[in-house]
Nanobody, 117 residues
């Protein structure tokens, strides 16, 4: 069974940094591109970053490109998103997803990130 479990969310002040994680199981992790998607209350999902199975970043949403870094540890089936200079508009539930763009076929339950002073 494919499982994606996110962790590391929380409430931080504007300008702070936070790293969220996702542990994957039930499939050949290194064989898949992976993504982070976020969803704010009352809004549709936003695809914010993706990474190739080899670890090469594939995509960043322009509004996060210079602040967020996606990475992965294939030996431990882990996906990460390092977020710097967080802004109130980054407040959302962040979901780990298997796949890239229209190829996303599984998502986790997500971890909540709230940016507030």
């Amino acid at each position: 069974e494919v499982q994606l479990v996110e962790s590391g969310g929380g409430t931080v002040q504007p300008g702070a940094s936070l790293t969220i994680s996702c542990v994957a199981s039930g499939f050949n992790f290194s064989g898949y591109d992976m993504s982070w998607v976020r969803q704010a209350p009352g809004k549709g999902p936003e695809w914010i970053s993706a990474i190739h199975g080899t670890g090469k970043p594939l995509y960043y949403k322009p509004s996060v490109k210079d602040r967020f870094t996606i990475s992965r540890d294939n030996a431990n089936n882990m996906l990460y998103l390092q977020m710097n200079d967080l802004k109130p508009e980054d407040t959302a539930r962040y979901l780990c997803a298997r796949g890239y763009g229209v190829g996303i076929d599984r998502r986790g339950q997500g971890t909540q990130v709230t940016v507030s002073s």
